[in-house]
């Protein structure tokens, strides 16, 4: 088995997939082993550990198999196993527990042997301190970059170019518009902030702004039309009205402890003005003289934005329609500017999806047992769960013993021979460190590593620990989550990133609402008659209402066999008459009440159950921190948890469909 990965940085000096599997195949041929599979990870950081590599984790899959398909994996040289001492040392030790062992091929060596254990350690050094350099040397040349007031890299802000890109310290933003003083048919970026600005300016509604520059030709920067959403953000960009950009100012940047910037200090980089002044000044009043939206309150939709709908968009609450039943509508629907077309996804009934969800939630987290055994398995997947931590110990202690007494053995003989050499005190301190420095290196090393496995273990007792809280969790949820009302729903599925996946198109109907008739007797508990002669008998005499060329009783049949069998109304077999005039029917009986007194009359006849309720075939996604959670028990709001610490853990992410489980 051979496992190969290179990063970005080694694909463009020219060290790729290919260049590494022709040296592990030759390695593997001349040794004469058997050549099973081979496990790639192609422009991935060595920084990553093993169940962060997509390959590597399923070449670790494949090794806690039984029986195994290998014993051993050849990698070409150290840093493919890991540039830190922590990706590096975490799944060889897994291996090696399991009796499976990594071999190099550059310096020709494994881990089987105290020797090969050697060589690997320093392996493991070297490269992490060459990351360590890389990284040192790469932000340090950003930095100098961005104090220069130089493209520092990323995206390019919308209204600018990159002037001289590539080269080496010479590289500028400035703005995208016309060069030369004559006619230019190209629609440069700052050209259209320009024409958006005076647009807004005049008409006072972005999307009007917007429509009125696509009439002109003026297109986004990936080619699609503008509408009022993307116009507002580009012409009121803080970068385009104060023309600057800061580098290392987002909340994004790696930071300390005390909040600083690890990598160096924010520069604000000058840049180029798209506006005048006066301009910025015109525009910030007329936004400013734009009436506030007015929030509509109403019916909370616990789901809105977290549905996939079918066309790839989400779907959103809002709105109502007759008897007063909520809906969410596809993002998809709407015209995101003139012209553009629509999806057809159809709209959902709110209840039916929202109880849904929260009943397989609560069921999910409810389960006790579940949780234990995702805990489990989530446990072996991050710390290795078949690292036995008290023989690895045993074994540096182990080594450290013997090497502490090489290194006293090494230090008697080298002091004998400097002194016999006669050398004076420097000479001799020199001398006696020169001979000694390979055991103290190797010394040095085991110490290094038995540090590594402390911290392991530490992080395996943390890990176990946060496992054991899903077991809290489902106690939690027992208690307090199963009534809710629906803002509290609405604030879990924030704290936990809930993400409702529409398996199959939704049904499809009026609105996507299920039957108001079939409603009608679920509400009821009551089944659906069979209307034999003997029950027709028994309410004709009720129908005080005919129409003539209505058959009142192939009326009530139709609307018996709509409910027994979900269909729509339009689907119903043209027998029965015109879909509307059953509906018309359906309607009028229930509101004069005939169909309570029907369904009395006929309550000992025979009939049928109901069809299943509407609900729609969902996956569910989320991501829970159990800290998190078990602060929302103590705080009145999930959004402000009591616990200290809140938002530190790492989450556990599910997925809920046929087999729930980790995602």
Known sequence: MDYLRVSTEDQVKGYGITYASKRTGKFIEGKGWEHVATFVDEGVSGALESHERPDLRRLMEEARKAPRSFDIVVVNEGRVIGRTGRAFWRWVWELQEIGIFVAVVKRDYDNSTPDGESKMRKDADYAEDERNAIRERTQGGIQEKAEEGGYVGGKVPYGYRVLVRGRTGKSRLALDECCGSGYCE?????????????????????????????????????????????????????????ARQVFRGSRGVRRDRDGRPVNGDPVVIPLPAVFAPAEVEELLRTVGRRPDRTVRTGRVYSLSGRIVSPCGRRYVGGGRIRRGRALYRCQGRGESYAGVPVCSCPSLAAEPIEQQTWRR????????????????????????GQVDFEERRADLDRKIGIQTQALAVALGVAAKQVVAGGLCLAEAEKAVGRLIAPVQDELDALLEAKGELAALEAESAAVQARAALLVEVAAMAQRTLGHLPLEGQKEFMAVIDAKVTLVEPPQRGRSGQPCAMAGWFAERQLQVPLLTDEGWAKIESMITHRTRGVCPRLVMTGIFYKVRTGVPWSDLPALFGRPATLQTYAVRWRASGFLEN????????????????????TRIECSIVPENLLATEQSPSPRKPALAGYGTGKAFKFRMGLDPGLA
């Open 186 to 242: 190209a629609k440069h970026e700052a050209c259209t902030l320009r024409r958006g600005r005076s647009l807004f300016v005049a008409l006072q509604d972005w999307g009007w702004a917007a429509a009125a520059l696509n009439a002109e030709g003026y297109a986004r920067r990936d080619g699609r039309p503008w509408c009022g959403q993307s116009l507002r953000q580009q012409v009121l960009s803080p970068i385009v009205l104060e």
């Open 361 to 384: 939630l609560m069921t999910f987290l409810s389960d006790a047992d579940r949780l234990s055994a995702v805990a489990g398995d989530w446990t072996t997947v991050r710390v290795g």
């Open 598 to 617: 029907a369904m009395r009359v006929l309550g000992t006849a025979e009939s049928t159950p109901l069809p299943a309720s509407f609900e729609p075939a």
